[in-house]
């Protein structure tokens, strides 16, 4: 098991290099073909040449490699490696620091992560474990519609309808059951309230998830009637185990390793559902940020948010290969 | 061998321990209602071995899953009993029906790999039922478990207990399938093809082992198998099956020495020996389609000996020799080692009626 997890370790380091030096070389042929970013903080004024160097050297754009199209560009890469290596993620245009700003928005989007991943398995268990359990009932057909339905329905719709037609309504409504005070008008806010972080990103969260579930259900429907028609679900009966059993121990346990390995693929493509998320629930996250810092051409800041989110998808990637391995000892001792 | 010594000292007295009477199993298909087993009767007794024969499809698998309560959904029990100290299983709930069987029928199943949980180590699949149905202690369950790993045979059994059964080698895995089976002390032991998936040696040891470990517990053993050369070995007594149907059902000697089915017949002939030169006889055509019977015997297009009334009638539960059935128009000149008369399927199939006509193409 720790050699496993060792191999993996160092799997993801490599991985994460390898994505940190293509985005360098993407963001390079960027700059190199498109222009100079600097230029970018000047907005609509136009500076003179010792104004542009002044700002090119200060973002670690003045080596001259810039200017040739084709040049990989590897002393600002080394360097800026260094500058990682010292937790220094550079500057904003404005400059304030990369790593200060992730720090106020990335609670935020992992609020909402917590929130899709909670949503995601518990409606996936639940709803996935009673239609493979019932195949075939009405409850199985009903579920399966379900799926369906939710499937059709995309997210930026699900959360226009909840903020212009439920929001507003409910939390009227919270208010004066409750209390000014109390919790329930919070959740059902229209808009992230920085003050109440948690109450305000729960539903969205929720229905950010549940737009993700559906193919959550199908997938814990079908492992699960995989192993429901397993021999070693058969051995288990023979033994006299009572049905509840051999569910828990012999098929949700078996089909939870497929599952497991679908939460960690999802995680990744979850972002995109998170920039749409924030940008309509008004919510301070990654995905506003990087959105704002790819529409204002800010590389630094691109750079650096990217470079955390490959890290934290390489890390999610290690857990799950880890939840993995602890899943299935076939894998461990392969 | 104790096996043999048995067989040679026990009788069929007292009560069975598990005694199957009629069971008939009908599976729901696209293709309408198939059935699988159609009137099997036997019992099963402490220190005795039964083997049930057949080919694939012959129903002998499905009779043991009936006989577990284990039945797919598409599958029910439409005839019959099974009668398990004194209680009919199948008046049962599927709940109280299996707690029964695990209590006191264990099965040893055929593909082991398939059969174990890869997720959970042996140990605990060894003890699950002990420590979830009898309250064992986690500590007595690890001692229980490497108890039942030594019964079986299985080297270093303190250390392999917490092993996964991928880690185990075919003849191994067979092993532990069937200490699973002893966990619970069973009184009766039904292994269905316990050694298809094993080469000839570990086959040879792993029936060794449960000819064995059934003497000493004085367990009653079902023994599932195709192959006629395994049941000589272990059996005491053999019930042949073809078409869901029991055909031939006797003590284990006189089966080998003198058949009184010809299915019997014709499998005894297609065993390979190892001093037989020259083409192997095989059984001409294949097992009939449940969904589509011939009239008549079952058997009747494959047999070699077949006569007109074979086509028409079904065969009744003929009693060659005492202790002995034979579901055989001819049962008695089969046993005898005669080729059938054309006219004596008038005297012997006690059917009465039409005259038989001349024998026709045996080919047919």
Redesign the interface.
């Known amino acids: 098991m720790g050699r496993y997890v060792l191999r993996r370790v160092a799997q993801a380091v490599g991985m994460l290099f390898l994505v940190m030096f293509v985005l360098h070389l993407l963001t390079t042929l960027a700059i190199q073909l498109n222009g100079n970013p600097a230029l970018a903080f000047f907005g609509d004024k136009i500076p003179s040449p010792a104004q542009v160097a002044a700002v090119e050297q200060r973002f670690g754009l003045d080596d001259p490699c810039y200017d040739q199209p084709g040049n990989p560009c590897l002393g600002p890469f080394v360097e800026r490696l260094g500058q990682y290596a010292q937790g220094d993620l550079g500057t904003n245009l404005r400059g304030r620091e990369v790593t200060d700003i992730v720090a106020s928005a990335a609670p935020n989007t992992l609020r909402l992560f917590v929130m899709v991943t909670i949503t995601w398995l518990v409606l996936g268990m639940v709803l996935g474990s009673v239609a493979a359990r019932w195949r075939g009932s009405p409850s199985d057909h009903g579920i399966r519609l379900t799926s369906v339905l939710i499937d059709a329905l995309p997210v930026f719709v699900l959360l226009l309808v909840y903020k212009e037609v439920v929001t507003v309504p409910l939390s009227g409504w919270a208010k004066e059951t409750f209390g000014e005070d109390s919790w329930p008008p919070y959740w059902f806010k229209p808009s992230f309230d920085p003050e109440h972080p948690w109450a305000t990103v729960a539903v969205p969260g929720i229905l950010l998830g549940l737009a993700g579930s559906a193919a959550f259900i199908r997938l814990v429907r079908a492992s699960q009637l995989d192993s429901y028609g397993g021999d070693h679900v058969r051995t288990a009966r023979s033994k006299g185990l009572n049905e509840g059993r051999v569910v828990v121990h012999h098929v949700v346990r078996n089909s939870s390793i497929p599952v497991v390995t679908a939460v960690g693929l999802t995680f990744a493509e979850a972002l995109s559902g998170a920039v749409i998320t924030e940008g309509i629930m008004n919510i301070y996250g990654m995905g506003g940020v990087l959105w704002d810092a790819v529409q204002s051409s800010d590389v630094g800041l691109v750079l650096g948010i990217v470079t955390i989110l490959t890290a934290v998808t390489v890390l999610v990637m290690i857990v799950v290969d880890i939840a993995y391995a602890a899943l299935d000892p076939r894998i461990r001792y392969e | 061998m104790s096996a043999a010594t048995d067989r040679t000292q026990a009788t069929p007295s007292g009560t069975p321990l598990l005694e199957v009477t009629d069971l008939a199993v009908e599976f729901r298909t696209p293709d309408g209602v198939v059935r699988a087993v159609d009137g099997l009767s036997y019992r099963v007794e402490a220190g005795r071995t039964l083997a049930i024969v057949g080919e694939s499809g012959s129903g002998k698998s499905v009779s043991s899953l009936a006989v577990?309560?284990?039945l797919p959904d598409t599958a029910r029990v439409t005839r019959g009993s099974v009668r398990l100290g004194g209680t009919d299983l199948l008046t049962l709930s599927r709940?109280e029906h299996?707690?029964?069987?695990?209590?006191q029928v264990?099965?040893v199943?055929q593909?082991a790999l398939?059969?174990?949980?890869?997720?959970?180590?042996v140990g605990y699949q060894l003890t699950?039922?002990l420590r979830?149905?009898r309250g064992l202690s986690r500590g007595d369950a690890r001692k229980r478990a490497v108890e039942l790993l030594d019964l079986v045979k299985v080297p270093n059994a303190k250390a392999r207990v917490k092993e996964?059964p991928?880690?185990f080698s075919g003849g191994m895995r067979q092993r532990v399938m069937i200490a699973?089976a002893l966990?619970?002390d069973p009184d009766v032991l039904i292994a269905d093809e316990p050694t298809t998936a094993l080469d000839v040696t570990v086959q040879a040891q792993v029936l060794r082992l449960l000819a064995e470990i059934q003497a000493e517990r004085h367990m009653g053993l079902v023994l599932i198998t195709h192959d006629l050369g395994v049941v000589a070995g272990v059996a005491d007594d053999v019930t042949v099956m073809y078409a869901g149907r029991a055909v031939e059902q006797a003590p284990v000697v006189p089966v080998y020495t003198t058949p009184a089915h010809p299915y019997t017949r014709a499998l005894l002939r297609s065993i390979p020996s190892a001093a037989g030169t020259g083409r192997l006889p095989v059984i001409p055509g294949r097992p009939p389609s449940p969904a589509a019977m011939p009239a008549g015997c079952p058997f009747h297009p494959r047999c070699d000996a077949v006569r007109d009334v074979c086509r028409t009638d079904v065969p009744p539960r003929a009693t060659p020799a005492p202790g002995r059935m034979s579901a055989c128009h001819f049962a008695s000149d089969i046993m005898a080692g005669r080729e059938p008369a054309p006219e004596a399927g008038v005297t012997a199939s006690a059917s009465g009626g039409s005259v038989p006509e001349p024998k026709g193409d045996p080919d047919d």
């Open positions: 577990m309560g284990l709940k299996r707690a029964r069987c695990g209590d264990a099965m199943f593909d398939a059969a174990l949980n890869p997720v959970h180590t699950e039922a979830a149905r996964y991928h880690q699973t966990a619970m």
